[in-house]
């Protein structure tokens, strides 16, 4: 079946610019995950929903940052004021339901940050 | 807050050999898991291991989780080029989040 796809793969923007990042995860998921991967580390956790609402989002560096998920499937990670240091790659996942289920992969966006 | 810690971070080694990829874990973590990356790929699932004494095998690759000592391996046995691959460890952050905390990556090289 189609796993967690993401929209656009590749994406170069000027700094300062706003960015708009899509995850569709698979379909039947409940929980929705975002992820920033640097070069050479592990991802980092952004952002967890749970249906519609953000169930933690302690990960989002600053105000800057935002996602959305409004009718419980597609989700979109919002970036405002692009800095070079947003530069990275946004991983989304997605689980039967939060908890111990196991989270699959997108094959994320690569943002790059000029 | 979790923390978790991978050893060595890079490992180069022949075909045929068996090795072992060390996850440290600073508090306690209800689950462990264990990805696979290749360059320029998503990660992909190899193993979550629930509980203490928890051992899973696939193929070449054998995962085990001891949870008093916070520590999981990963131990690659025969090893083969296919397995060249950045593998992580990640723990569950706890305190009603779920969303996973990685370490760093263990950069692995197989060479013939």
């Known amino acids: 079946g189609a796993g967690v796809s993401q929209t656009p793969s590749n994406k170069v923007t000027e700094k300062g610019k706003y960015v708009e990042l899509r995850c569709d995860p698979i379909?039947?998921?409940?929980?929705l995950y975002w992820y920033r991967q640097s070069l050479g580390q592990g991802p980092e956790f952004l952002i967890y929903?749970?249906?519609?609402?953000?169930?933690?989002d302690s990960g989002l560096p600053n105000d800057r940052f935002f996602a959305v998920r409004p009718e419980g499937s597609v989700s979109t990670l919002k970036i405002q004021r692009t800095e070079r240091g947003d530069s990275a790659v946004y991983l989304c996942?997605?689980?039967?339901?939060?908890?111990?289920?196991?989270?699959?992969f997108g094959p994320g966006t690569r943002l790059t940050v000029t | 807050e979790l923390k978790v810690e991978q050893n060595p971070l890079f490992l180069s080694m022949q075909e045929g050999k068996n090795y072992t990829i060390y996850c440290n874990y600073s508090?306690?973590?209800?689950?462990l898991y264990w990805y696979r990356q290749d360059p320029g790929k998503s990660l992909e699932s190899l193993f979550v291991?629930?509980?203490?004494?928890a051992v899973k095998q696939e193929g070449r690759l054998m995962a085990s989780l001891d949870t008093k000592a916070r520590l999981s391996t990963l131990h690659i046995t025969a090893a083969v080029h296919d397995l060249s691959a950045t593998y992580f460890c990640?723990?569950?952050?706890?305190?009603?989040?779920?969303?996973?905390?990685f370490g760093k990556g263990t950069h692995l090289i197989i060479q013939p």
């Open positions: 379909s039947g998921h409940t929980a």
């Open positions: 508090t306690t973590s209800d689950r």
């Open positions: 929903f749970q249906g519609t609402g953000a169930a933690d």
């Open positions: 291991l629930l509980s203490n004494g």
């Open positions: 990640a723990g569950e952050s706890g305190g009603g989040a779920d969303g996973l905390t």
């Open positions: 996942a997605s689980s039967l339901s939060g908890g111990p289920s196991e989270q699959y």
